[in-house]
């Protein structure tokens, strides 16, 4: 009976043994779960991306240039106006009764001059006839030049009246959005309020107040077309500037959350590098026909320098960092992975281009390969796409 307890007992050992060591093998030839995708050929556009400030290219500042009480603004504050649109109107009588002044001054030296021009006619021919003395002629010739003189100054006053008078309509010189309102119908503005205490309204107040000269009434911007502004290192300028020769290059103005706002061109490299950055200031014009861009904000930008082309490509995420540098693991034959270095000479947008290590078309690990060395044999679970590339839909 012992002897039967012993040898089941030896033989429940036995087996047991045999089952793990059975566990052990299998769970080393278990296949690793993996997300894959293709190597890819493509274009990539060479990029420099950095922040950059959106502008105005035109911004005005509408001041008086006559002095009165406004007495219309045909505007609404922060609304859109159009070149010529009168924003504002000055009380204009004082000048229209200038303007009708200077006028009839001028009209009477024009009568005085129309005289004095039939005396000199008439002693010529008098003179000639030696009826008057020469002397008298003569008189009557500066008698016309001095009249002259006092028609042209009657005419340089009407000018002034005249222009003083459409001075009183301030309209808009550009086309732009407006921006807050700085004065209020009755306020003064012009020399006369530089004579006013220092308790004036400088700003806007209630009817009948005053601002002060040289008082901004309001600012237009303009906002189609924008300029968006940004500095580059000095190093990639002589690329930038050799290939901004051939042709004006594309700029895309991003938000902060990666929206894209607009695309335009490169119109500007400044002259001179900034000494303290080693920069270069540069400005990209923007259509800005959906008015994303607003001045004063600030942007995500990218300025595409050229194409490379036909390069390989891997997602940034296949891309593993290592003692040794950056490495890639490739699923061979048989689904298991090679541990493959390789170069990388460009990443932009999620996307790394290859230029040692992998000629494009191999199948590359994008997830999971913390779990993987030389040899492990790999199960595709999940599809993923190389930009621009191709995709990995089975599953081993």
Request: with cysteine.
């Amino acid at each position: 009976m012992m002897i039967a307890l012993v040898a089941a007992a030896v033989r429940h050992f036995s087996s047991g043994q045999a089952g793990n060591e059975n566990s052990a093998i299998a769970a080393a030839n278990a296949a690793v779960p993996v997300t894959a995708t293709i190597a890819t050929r493509q274009d990539v556009p060479d990029l420099i991306s950095t922040v950059g400030m959106v502008q105005s290219i035109d911004s005005v500042a509408i001041q008086p240039r006559v002095t009165g009480v406004i007495e219309k603004i045909g505007f609404t504050p922060g609304q859109d106006v159009k070149q010529g649109q009168e924003l504002f109107l000055i009380d204009p009588r004082p000048y229209q009764a200038t303007l009708d002044q200077a006028k009839a001054e001028l009209a009477r030296d024009q009568g005085v001059l129309a005289e004095a021009q039939t005396d000199l006619t008439r002693y010529q021919t008098l003179e000639k006839e030696n009826s008057i003395a020469q002397q008298q002629e003569q008189d009557q010739v500066y008698v016309v030049q001095q009249d002259k003189g006092t028609v042209d100054l009657d005419q340089a006053n009407v000018e002034t009246a005249e222009l003083n008078l459409e001075f009183c309509h301030l309209s808009a010189p550009i086309s732009g959005r407006a921006g807050t309102l700085l004065v209020d119908v009755g306020n003064l503005v012009g020399e006369a309020s530089a004579q006013t205490t220092t308790s004036a309204t400088t700003t806007s107040g209630p009817i009948g107040g005053q601002a002060s000269t040289g008082t901004t009434m309001v600012t237009i911007q303009q906002i189609q077309p924008m300029y968006v502004s940004f500095n580059v290192p000095q190093i990639k300028l002589s690329e930038i500037d050799r290939d901004q020769t051939a042709a004006p290059l594309e700029v895309d103005a991003f938000s902060q959350d990666g929206k894209l706002l607009d695309k335009g061109k490169l119109t500007v490299i400044d002259n001179q590098v900034n000494t303290n950055a080693g920069t270069v200031l540069m400005q990209a014009t923007f259509a800005n026909a959906d008015k994303l861009l607003w001045p004063g904000e600030f942007v995500r930008v990218q300025l595409v320098v050229s194409m490379l082309k036909n390069v390989v490509t891997v997602p940034t995420q296949a891309v593993m960092a290592g003692p040794n540098g950056s490495y890639v693991y490739v699923i061979a034959p048989g689904n298991k992975v090679n541990r493959v270095s390789v170069q990388i000479t460009a990443r932009e947008n999620a996307v790394d281009v290859i230029s040692k290590g992998l000629s494009g078309g191999e199948r590359i690990v994008t997830d999971g390969q913390y779990r993987l060395d030389d040899g492990t044999k790999v199960a595709v679970r999940a599809t993923t796409t190389n930009p621009g590339g191709t995709e990995v839909s089975e599953v081993e």
